[in-house]
């Protein structure tokens, strides 16, 4: 729905590198600074990068429950993913955890359970 989230067309229709896209995203933060979606793009886009620290810090800065249980089950497996890369397993499987809550499907759980196991696994070793 482009009345949500305006200005992003070009960011989904861009075959840009992801840090050009951080760069529309940051264009259109400065117009609308808490535009959940551009705010979520430019977190992942930032996983992408392997600029995990920073991933994680806007990741964590945002709730998309209430516009859309999919993206707040992405949101918070996302910064599980970089959490999991941080070395920070324990804070990792809350993520992935949670993530049940937003989306509650077979392929969910069965994702969600082989990020349980390779934390716990990376834990031991």
């Known amino acids: 729905d482009s009345s949500r989230s305006p200005g992003l067309l070009p960011y989904f229709l861009s075959g840009e590198r992801d840090s050009v ?3 529309m995203v940051d264009s259109l933060l400065e ?3 808490d535009n ?5 793009l430019k977190g992942k886009a930032l996983l992408r990068l392997d600029r995990t620290s920073e991933s994680v810090r806007l990741l964590d800065s945002l709730d998309m429950l209430p516009l859309d249980s999919y993206l707040e089950a992405q949101r918070l497996k996302a910064q599980g993913l970089a959490l999991y ?10 993520k992935f955890w949670l993530s049940l809550n937003a989306v509650q499907t077979d392929a969910a759980r069965d ?3 082989d990020w349980i196991e390779r934390c716990d696994w990376m834990e031991r070793n």
């Not at 959940?36 to 979520?40: E, G, I, S």
């Not at 890369?85 to 809350?94: S, T």
């Open 21 to 23: 896209k951080i760069t």
């Open 85 to 94: 890369r941080l070395g920070r397993f324990q804070a990792a499987k809350e």
């Open 111 to 113: 994702e969600v359970d």
């Open 36 to 40: 959940p979606v551009a705010r979520y």
């Open 31 to 33: 117009t609308a600074p």
